[in-house]
């Protein structure tokens, strides 16, 4: 993933070190939510691309943008 940005295949945990709880929040608001941690240790390190095919993220090209305007 280039540092200028996030993209389909940027890892949630990247999303979680790079903006924090700004991160976390923009996960949730499109169905993603990381809880306290993480249940299930691969989770964090799923692109944001497969949680969207398997249904646990919605609307992945606005939280994309979401996410780049976060920066």
């Known amino acids: 993933m280039p540092e200028a940005g996030f993209g389909?295949?940027?890892?949630v945990r990247e999303v979680l070190v790079r903006?924090?709880?700004?991160?976390?929040?923009?996960l949730k608001s499109h169905g993603y939510d990381v809880g306290e941690g993480f249940v299930d240790g691969?989770?964090?390190?799923?692109?944001?691309?497969?949680?969207a095919r398997a249904d646990r993220l919605r609307d992945l090209h606005r939280l994309?943008?979401?996410l780049n305007t976060s920066q």
């Open 8 to 11: 389909p295949d940027s890892k």
């Open 42 to 51: 691969l989770s964090q390190y799923q692109t944001l691309e497969h949680a």
């Open 64 to 66: 994309l943008k979401e």
């Open 19 to 26: 903006l924090g709880d700004k991160g976390r929040d923009l």
